[in-house]
């Protein structure tokens, strides 16, 4: 299984960004797909969930509004669009799967991880 995170980079506050998380051996639309986010010296947060049945989805208040999930099923692929970009935005964001999503928000529930994207939001 992998999960593949690509699309950071440096961005002016008030920019876009998209992100996307390839995935490998799982077929992501049987699991529940999220995006989290550390900065630095922080816990890794969670920031936005796309569900496998219905394709809902959920958000942190700090990002509603402002970044959307998406996921494009024959290409085992899932997005993270991010307008509006603020300087706290800027972290390391990860993709993850996670088989039964009993708990979207916590970083224990999940089974696989990609590696992060860094994404720097200058001021």
């Known amino acids: 299984v992998q999960l593949q995170a690509y699309g950071g980079g440096l961005v002016q506050a008030g920019g876009s960004l998209r992100l996307s998380c390839a995935a490998s051996?799982?077929?992501?639309?049987?699991?529940?797909m999220s995006w989290f986010r550390q900065h630095p010296g922080k816990e890794r947060e969670f920031v936005a969930v796309i569900r496998w049945r219905g394709g809902s989805t959920g958000y942190a208040d700090s990002v509603k509004g402002r970044f959307t999930i998406s996921r494009d099923n024959a290409k085992n692929t899932v997005y993270l669009q991010m307008n509006s970009l603020k300087p706290e935005d800027t972290a390391v964001y990860y993709c993850?799967?996670?088989?039964?999503?009993?708990?979207?928000?916590?970083?224990?529930?999940?089974?696989?991880w990609g590696h992060g994207t860094l994404v720097t939001v200058s001021s």
């Open positions: 051996g799982v077929t992501i639309s049987r699991y529940v």
């Open positions: 993850a799967a996670d088989r039964f999503g009993l708990s979207v928000v916590e970083v224990t529930s999940y089974d696989y």
